[in-house]
């Protein structure tokens, strides 16, 4: 048999046991987890210092924490998200129970890719648990040494029924894709969005879809040019700019361009020292092939700081170009990488009208000390998160869901959105056998008085107190 078909059979019949339906026995599943991460603090930081030469600072806060926390946060909240949920009722339904059902799918493939390869695998990974299901975990083949962690040492901490990773790259992951799953949660590029979804859509599985694209920067003339210079340097070049949710172009006027560069300059010697190269703070690109691509991206527009790059380290220097055309590959693609791009507008509409002109992106940046022009920025604008006056902040509070919208992305998940992300809300309504005679407006012979009755009972009540 099929060695894949073989792993899925065997995660089905777990499924089907019943076995990850008790909450006692996902608070478990959640605590191996938890332990994984405790027990393995330091293999995880040496793998993700070998994948992308993260330190450990960078580590901690975007890989390890964030993933115990959601483990913790589940693990608090669990008896509560797998409570039925009462909902209000109408008059026909007043004696009866009416409830939402949080139902796990059943057996769920996770996608993760390269750029955090702890966080992105393991995050969705504890909404798939805490919500019951079974899950086949595919990590990235680019991020090895990660891989090799989750292959050879998650499981051991896991239920193994319940729990496969799939190995591989695109060659390995078509071949899985063709199998049936009941949900499919992946996070990468929108190319291979499409081609997940086409997939799924064979099978008419559902999908959340958490991919990247161009997210724009802008800074209102009325700023603080360090204050800002600060932020978005740390977030630009935090994991060597490879992150889905960086600022990836500025926008704003001349004059506050001017303002921003030496400010800019000073934020990254600060930062990375006089020669970044030989910072320990400063991470470096995943692969060849995306350090060739990213060299390539140096030639746009004008390098105004930075720019220097060593293929034998996988270095990009931290980067700032100015002067590009809207038609050069740097403006064109999603930069994920260590540089970034100061587009001049002239105003705020223009800014919006730049931005609106664009696919809709993950996230949304505003700066200024006018919080009427962030306000505009958020109202005439659609991203899939946002934040005024600093980065990815945003996405560090599991109470706001976290996804894209339209070419970036659909779904969320986090927190309680996560569990959602991975239940069936089944719409359940338990009615009384008895009391058949209030039943009979509604059966034929129909007449007018009836249908005035029934129309009555139907009709959508407020309050789920009163009584006939
Ligand atoms: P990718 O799309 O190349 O790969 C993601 C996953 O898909 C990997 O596990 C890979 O093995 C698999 N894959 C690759 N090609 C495939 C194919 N042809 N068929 C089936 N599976 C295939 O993405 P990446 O390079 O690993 O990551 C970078 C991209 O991910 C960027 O676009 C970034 O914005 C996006 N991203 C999005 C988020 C988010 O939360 N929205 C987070 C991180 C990264």
Redesign the pocket.
Known sequence: MDPVEDTLRRLREAFSSGRTRPAEFRAAQLQGLGRFLQDNRQLLLDALAQDLHKSNFEAEVSEIAISQSEVDLALRNLQTWMKDEKVSKNLATQLDSAFIRKEPFGLVLI??????PLN?TLVPLVGAIAAGNCVVL??????KSVEKVLAEVLPCYLDQSCLAVAL???????R??EHRFDYIF????????K??MA?AAKHLTPVT?????KNPCYVDDDCDPQTVANRVTWFRYFNAG????APDYVLCSPETRERLLPALQNAITRFYGDDPQSSPNLGRI?SQK?FKRLQGLLGCGRVAIGGQSDESELYIAPTVLVDVQETEPVMQE?I?GPILPLVTVRSLDEAIDFINRREKP?ALYAFSNSSQVVQRVLAQTSS?GFCGNDGFMHMTLASLP???VGA??MGRYHGKFSFDTFSHHRACLLRSPGMEKINDLRYPPYSPHNLRVLLVAMEERRCSCTLL
């Open positions: 996608i993760a890719p390269w750029n955090y992105l595919k990590p990235s083949e680019i991020s591989g790259g695109p060659t390995e992951t078509a899985l894709l992946f996070t990468g590029s929108p190319s291979v969005g081609i997940v997939a879809l958490e991919l990247g694209g490879q992150t889905c949710v995943i995306h999603e994920f993950l899939g976290f996804g894209g970036s992305g």
